[in-house]
């Protein structure tokens, strides 16, 4: 499958989603094509991911006109559209999604954003239209990775349920890739 | 070679002392406050002292209290226009901070109680942060839990967007790859072009600006953050949990590495397990382009410390010269070491440390109590 992931974080950047949809991209790569999507300067980069990255530095309304440019370029002849939620991203996804009639798969990564899209009405209305577009939305995210302490015991239980977390998130995303 | 004797600049400085101790006295009793009479942050090698590239003024630290109930207090004193500069830059980098999305609650600031310009001084007077002991008195577990609190809250300040960047260059001081590299070489022709001559010093540091400019986009990829350029031991108080920063003019947005990379070289000779911690931490938790950034990131803070002691052996004399190019020859072993990725050899610490105490005077080994 050719995947698109759309998010508006993307590490260095280190807030949620960015580590997220890093390692996302990382565990989807061995059994599809991978695309990321994302606003930064200089990305991180993972192996067998393609990147469009849409300079942050540029004026707002500019920086969001070129990630819709740049959506499309790469939603044009994808299976799947991933969508982190955040204004920036969620209006350029839903018109790309809509015009390319494109599958959309919506997750509320950010919580921070998710519950600013609760507050005020043009960030609900949008969240609102994406989630009314998606094939499904999902809040739900794995664990984030736990830290390894030089001064205390190795985590080897956290990890294990990271690792678990991460892949019962894979196997509910596959199941929704593949839904008809 | 520098032709100020060290009898002259130790002496110039004694004058500088007692000529803004008794301008700002009577400023401070105006406004309730009195100086103690020993001031342990006038003496020993502060007088060589300046920052190197922080823009830094001539500015005095006093200790002092309150008239009216003894309230200890720490006075910034200077009448020079960039220690002016500086005391309100401070001013208004804290007063940012709190605007900027970043976990301000982490880093708690000493109250200001006084600022005043008054009869050509510019006088800020804070509350005295006691702390029951110092940062390096601590377990060294406590000591990492702290230093890693405090650089996280320092990155989750990343300005990014175009307007994030308008907002912090009004106020901080930005770097970004190109300004290192630049900085870096600036480091190279000051030593090249210093007396006593540095020719092996001068090659390493070479060596180092290769490395630095063959991976230049590692360190562009991590600029933009907020990062604290003297984080160091004599900068925080540590009060319970609470950690409060001393000082504000050091923070700028650049590598987010920097600051972690002058806390590790500096812990390289005062604590050589949480150095190791620290780089072992970044290695198991970040991505491999970050233990790049901080590799970098160090070699950089080292060549700015071996210029800076090439500069004060310069202007120093007798004891404090042998110190400072014992200095300059240890930090130069340091800069190889990491350049080299391998470790230093314990016995190159220990023969500084033995050197160092044996030359330190009395005044510097009193102003040196309780520091870090």
């Not at chain 2, 009004?170 to 970004?176: H, L």
């Not at chain 2, 949480?274 to 991505?287: P, S």
């Amino acid at each position: 499958m050719k995947i698109v992931i759309a998010t508006p974080l993307f590490p260095p950047d280190i807030e949620e989603p960015a580590p997220y949809v890093k390692t996302l991209a990382a565990k989807l790569t061995p059994t599809h094509s991978v695309t990321v999507v994302a606003y930064g300067h200089l990305h991180e980069r993972v192996e067998g991911v393609r990147f469009v990255t849409i300079d942050k530095r540029a004026g707002r309304g500019l920086r969001v006109l070129q990630y819709v440019r740049g959506l499309w370029a790469a939603t044009r002849a994808a299976d799947i559209l991933y969508v982190e939620n955040g204004p920036s991203v969620e209006l350029p996804a839903l018109l790309v999604s809509v015009i390319l009639r494109t599958p959309l798969i919506f997750h509320l990564g950010d919580a921070r954003a998710h519950e600013r899209a609760q507050k005020e009405l043009f960030r609900g209305l949008v969240e609102r239209m994406v989630s009314a577009r998606a094939r499904v939305t999902r809040a739900e995210s794995p664990l984030p990775r736990p830290e390894i302490l030089p001064f205390e015991p190795y985590p080897a239980a956290a990890l294990a349920a990271y690792t678990a977390s991460w892949d019962k998130h894979l196997e509910q995303l596959t199941q929704d890739i593949a839904h008809e | 070679m520098n032709d100020i004797p060290q009898k002259t600049a130790r002496e110039e400085w004694d004058a500088y002392v007692r000529e803004e101790r008794t301008r700002a006295e009577p400023i401070l009793r105006a406004h309730g406050y009195a100086l103690d009479d020993d001031q342990p942050h006038t003496l020993g090698e502060r007088y060589l002292m300046q920052a190197v590239t922080t823009a830094s003024g001539r500015k005095l630290i006093l200790l002092g209290h309150r008239t009216s109930d003894g309230t200890r207090v720490v006075i910034k004193v200077t009448r020079d226009r960039g220690g002016v500069q500086e005391l309100q830059f401070e001013r208004t980098a804290r007063a940012m901070l709190k605007k900027i999305r970043f976990a301000y609650d982490v880093f708690h600031t000493p109250a200001e109680l006084l600022f005043v310009q008054e009869s050509g001084l510019c006088i800020a007077v804070y509350e005295y942060i006691a702390q029951e002991r110092s940062f390096l008195e601590r377990p060294v577990e406590e000591q990492f839990a702290l230093a890693l609190t405090s650089f996280k809250a320092q990155e989750r300040a990343h300005a990014t967007t175009a307007s994030h960047l308008r907002e912090i260059r009004r106020v901080y001081e930005s770097f970004d790859g190109a300004r290192y590299l630049a900085t870096f070489a600036g480091f190279i022709e000051s030593v090249r072009t210093s007396a006593p001559p540095r020719p092996e010093l001068t090659a390493l540091l070479t060596r180092a600006l290769e490395t630095l400019t063959r991976d230049r986009e590692v360190i562009e990829q991590y600029c933009g953050f907020l990062t604290h350029t003297d984080f160091v031991p004599h900068n925080i108080r540590v009060v319970g949990e609470t950690l409060y920063l001393l000082d504000f003019s050091s923070l700028r947005f650049g590598n987010k590495y920097e600051g972690w990379a002058r806390f590790i070289n500096f812990m390289v000779l005062y604590n050589p397990p949480l150095a190791e911690a620290l780089i072992t931490y970044v290695a198991q938790n970040r991505t491999p382009e970050e233990t790049v950034a901080l590799h970098l990131l160090r070699l950089y803070r080292l060549g700015e410390i071996c210029r800076y002691y090439v500069h004060a052996e310069a202007k120093s004399e007798g004891d404090v010269r042998t110190l400072n190019g014992a200095r300059v020859t240890f930090w130069s072993a340091v800069l190889e070491s990491v350049l080299n990725k391998q470790p230093l050899a314990p016995s190159v610490r220990e023969e500084y440390i033995k050197l160092r105490d044996s030359l330190r005077s009395e005044d510097e080994k009193k102003r040196q109590v309780g520091l870090h």
